[in-house]
């Protein structure tokens, strides 16, 4: 008798435990939805009261966005400065390990990036390429961006990915060789990128730019190794 009792007790508090998880677990989901609906629809108003709650700013989608990174995506700098100003993360990765910060220096969203950089942008984490938010900002001509991220002196202008390549190699590697990468190879060499360094196959950006035609580039590099 007792042992049957045992049973039911234990039966009835699993069953009780099971109905509590599934309660919260669809409550998380529930909650997950509703911002992540009114990040979609952009709806500044419902942002603002969704903010009112306090609620957790780090819960994630099924694609491990957290809001911030979904607003982010959409490049909506509204949503985006209030989850800041609410202490969003600007460094939280998602699946793709994508950050805000990362995504808004490879896309060329300079309004989010000085956002983030104002907010705790940390320079040591890093995209799946194991890249910083300079090197696909350089490869894609975001001058701006460029200019943003130059400004301290303190960022990792020589950090190398793992394709091998610096900020550098990628602007002269990647690009076409036009005005804007122009202006980019100049800043990079103006801020004091490293000239000798080389990819994983020995060669350095003067020698890319050489094998590429890259003539105005090709000078930038010359006068600058000259200099050095």
């Not at 435990?17 to 509703?34: G, I």
Request: with cysteine.
């Amino acid at each position: 008798m007792k042992y049957r009792m045992t049973l039911l007790l234990c039966s009835v508090f699993f069953s009780l435990n099971t109905l509590t998880a599934c309660s919260q677990e669809k409550t998380m989901t529930s909650s997950t939805n509703e911002i992540f609906q009114i990040i979609a629809q952009q709806n500044l108003p419902e942002m603002k009261v969704w903010l009112s709650k306090k609620p957790n700013l780090e819960l994630k989608n099924e694609k491990g966005e957290t809001p911030l990174m979904a607003a982010t995506y959409l490049n909506q700098v509204q949503l985006a400065k209030l989850l800041i100003d609410a202490g969003a993360n600007v460094n939280a990765q998602d699946n793709l390990l994508n950050s805000p910060f990362l995504y808004a220096g490879a896309a060329g969203q300079l309004e989010i990036l000085k956002l983030c950089l104002k907010s705790g942008a940390d320079y040591k984490v890093f995209n799946r390429y194991n890249g910083t938010a300079l090197i696909p900002a350089c490869e894609k001509g975001h001058l701006a961006v460029v200019e943003e991220l130059l400004k301290d002196k303190s960022y990792p202008i020589d950090h190398v990915n793992r394709l091998g390549w610096t900020a550098l190699l990628e602007a002269v590697i990647l690009s076409d060789g036009g005005p804007k990468h122009v202006k980019i190879v100049q800043l990079l060499v103006d801020a004091g990128a490293t000239l000798s360094i080389k990819d994983k196959d020995g060669v350095t950006a003067l020698d890319h730019a050489r094998k590429k035609h890259f003539k105005e580039i090709i000078t930038i590099l010359e006068n600058a190794a000259v200099r050095k």
